[in-house]
Structures are given as structure tokens and as C-alpha cells.
């Protein structure tokens, strides 16, 4: 939970009496019950809620990007992938775009350097890729209709790879791992 994601949370508490802050059950424990004006729902990991025309699915992906409480919803109707801060891109862009979107993913990981990673940070986001979102509704860039299954695989390779370069570079080579050896 961030500053940019909650800004007008409380504004829109008050003007909705009847709403509720919807989020995961962790985030809900470490920071949303403490800012919220009202108890939020906390969500459980896969949990599906019906907004009427729309469903929409908590996934938890824990430190991914960023932060222990990270989760994303799947948006089922539409088949819409809402990314938070994944595919993070700088600059103008246009609202919606086919083109490729993880060359300007990782320019603004290379800025920014936001994204955790993990040895759970390229198959969580590979497991998202399993969803074969329709669009993929990004946070900071534009949404994304092109082959999105292939854009988070490609975004997790990219991550898994700079995860090796990292343990590399701080750590000398790394040893493979049984199941690798086999």
C-alpha cells in the first residue's frame, strides 16, 4: 500500500457511506485498518468478489513487485489483469497500446530500482501468465492488449536473469542447484 494508490481513499469513504476498502488480508493487518476511516474487507488469496457486472479475483504476490502485502485482482469478466507498479513505465505514452511493454519496464526498473527481486519474483510473475489475460491494466504506462501472457513471461525471464547477474556480481557464481544438476 502506498501513498499514490490510497491518496483519496478517506474522500472516497465519505462519499460512498455504503463502500468498502476491499484489499488483501495482510495489507489490511500491517497499514489499511490503521488509515482507513472504516474497517476494510480484507481479502484471502483467490478469493472472488462480485461487483455486480464484474468479478473480480485477489492474487497475492508477495514482493512483487514490492512490499510483503502485494497482491493484484484479476478482473475475470473482461479477462483484465489489474498490474499495480509491474510494467512500471516513465514519460508520456499513449492510453493504450499493442506494442511491446517490458523494454520500458525494465528502463524504469533500471531508474527506479522498485522491483524486488527474488528467487519468487520471475515465477510469480510467470504463474500471472498462466490467467492468459485479455489486457493487462497498468498502473504506471499504458494498458496493454498485445499478447499479454507472452509480455509477463518476458518480464520474468528479464527479472530471472538479473537476479543471476546479481547473485554473480555480489556473490561470485552461483552454485546450481540440485534439481539443476540432475
Do not use: K
Not at 139 to 144: F, N, Q, R, V, Y
Amino acid at each position: 500500500m502506498e501513498a499514490d494508490e490510497c491518496g483519496a481513499m478517506n474522500s472516497w469513504l465519505a462519499a460512498a457511506p455504503e463502500s468498502q476498502v476491499a484489499h488483501g488480508a495482510l495489507g489490511c493487518m500491517v497499514s489499511v485498518a490503521d488509515m482507513a476511516d472504516r474497517p476494510p474487507r480484507p481479502l484471502r488469496d483467490g478469493e472472488v468478489l462480485d461487483l455486480g457486472n464484474r468479478r473480480v479475483r485477489r492474487i497475492e504476490t508477495p514482493h512483487v513487485p514490492h512490499g510483503w502485502d502485494a497482491g493484484l485482482l484479476f478482473e475475470e469478466t473482461t479477462g483484465t489483469l489489474l498490474c499495480g507498479d509491474l510494467f512500471t513505465a516513465i514519460g508520456q505514452g499513449p492510453a493504450l497500446t499493442e506494442q511491446e511493454i517490458t523494454g520500458p519496464a525494465l528502463h524504469a526498473e533500471d531508474v527506479f530500482h522498485a522491483t524486488c527481486l527474488t528467487p519468487a519474483t520471475g515465477p510469480t510473475i510467470r504463474a500471472l501468465s498462466d490467467l492468459q489475460p485479455a489486457a493487462l491494466g497498468l498502473m504506471h504506462g499504458p494498458a496493454h492488449i498485445g499478447d499479454c501472457a507472452h509480455a509477463l513471461r518476458d518480464l520474468a525471464d528479464a527479472y530471472d536473469a538479473r537476479l543471476s547477474a546479481e547473485g554473480v556480481r555480489l556473490h561470485g557464481p552461483v552454485a546450481p542447484r540440485a534439481a539443476d544438476r540432475d
